[in-house]
């Protein structure tokens, strides 16, 4: 039987986290009333994640666990939630306990009204340093600029996914992925639930800094081709002024006035070495992603996975994470 919501989560080294996560969604989930299924998608962790899912698994059928042969990273990871997820409707949501389950009752509220994709939007984040506040807030309007998706402010992964609009998503196979870009990307009919996110049950955040700004480049080069406008406009405004420099030069020259002083010129060279290479590496950004589509590598592979939404429809049977 097609349970009628599917709880797609990522987990990461959430050995502490995990047994609770459970709890409280299933508590959540029990309220609803209608079948359901916990999909837990074990992005290679090392800490003893693996058998406490396991263990959820054998004590309760509706768990089922999708185990990544290594760490594919968190966007990934939901993808592969998605692709097994048989729902009518799934809802995307962490297992660090950042977001509470107990959202989920009024997603799919929502859901029953006619709404499509409901995200959760952050209305505080509790427990947040005012330099991650800031740089949220920055890289939502930066986002909002660069591209032509309008992905609301404050919001993550946290969402409810009609069916139709999983698979869609599932037939995007793109190895960088920003899922919370795709599924606004995709239209459908899109609303709000306001929350309080809150403090990490136990361990520590998967995304440093570092982290932080490799998701920020894959969501601007995936939504946006701003970077490379950018560097033909700088480099039409550099020939231009280089156009005037010359003609001032000349001008001088007839009138018998020499321009004199090497360090001005060579701090003008550094100057347009450095902008070229700044641009070169902007273009090796996109050259790169083209690369990793051209090679048409599956997303990521399961060492073990239970039966997916495809197989249990009669589709045509594909790779693991291969395009459908």
Known sequence: MQPTFSVVAPVYNEAETVP???????????????????????DGSTDGSTEALHALARADRRVRVVDLSRNFGHQIAISAGLDYARGRAVVIIDSDLQDPPEVIQQLAERWRRGAEVVYAQRSKRVGETRFKLWTAAAFYRIIRKLTAVNIPQDTGDFRLLDRAVVDALVQMREHHRFMRGLSVWVGFRQEAVQYERQERFAGRTKYPLVKMLRFSVDAVTSFSHVPLQLATAFGFFLAGLSLVGILIAIILRLVNHAIVGQ??????????????????????????????????RPLYIAREAPESAAELSDEPPTAIGQSR
């Open 263 to 296: 360090a001005s010129t060579l701090i003008l060279v550094l100057f347009l070495g450095g902008i070229q290479l700044i641009f070169l590496g902007i273009i090796g950004e996109y050259l790169g992603r083209i690369y990793d589509e051209v090679r048409a």
């Open 20 to 42: 609770h996560f459970y709890q409280r969604v299933t508590a959540v989930m029990e309220r609803l009333g209608e079948p359901y299924e916990v999909v837990l998608v074990n």
